[in-house]
């Protein structure tokens, strides 16, 4: 199986509205949050924080999205991967 790396049109956000949804997410979830109730001394204590509003988004919050439905974005890719490999596994 040959995969081919693609690339989104620029300044078209309708091409990757997957991306520019996330970014929204992001911005209006974290960031606005986040510079209201502190502030920062340094990009590591804004790293730090961050990285624990990623994890909480990947493996607690569930989503509504096409791909998720219901479920957390980690349950999702590994729901994934696992019918990816009885698919590669069936095609021997």
Same mark, same amino acid.
């Given at each position: ?8 049109? #620029? ?22 949050? #986040? ?6 001394? #340094? ?6 924080? +961050? ?23 980690? #349950?999702? +890719? ?15």
């Amino acid at each position: 199986m040959i995969l081919i790396h693609t690339k989104t049109k #620029a300044r078209s956000p309708q091409t990757n509205g997957i991306c520019e949804r996330f970014h929204k997410t992001v911005l209006q979830e974290f960031y606005q949050v #986040a510079f209201r109730k502190k502030i920062y001394r #340094a990009l590591n204590e804004l790293q730090a924080d +961050l990285d624990k509003w990623l994890a909480e988004y990947n493996n607690q919050r569930t989503h509504q999205g096409k791909m998720c439905c219901g479920r957390t974005p980690m #349950a999702t +890719l590994h729901d994934g991967k696992q019918l990816w490999r009885e698919k590669d596994l069936n095609q021997i």
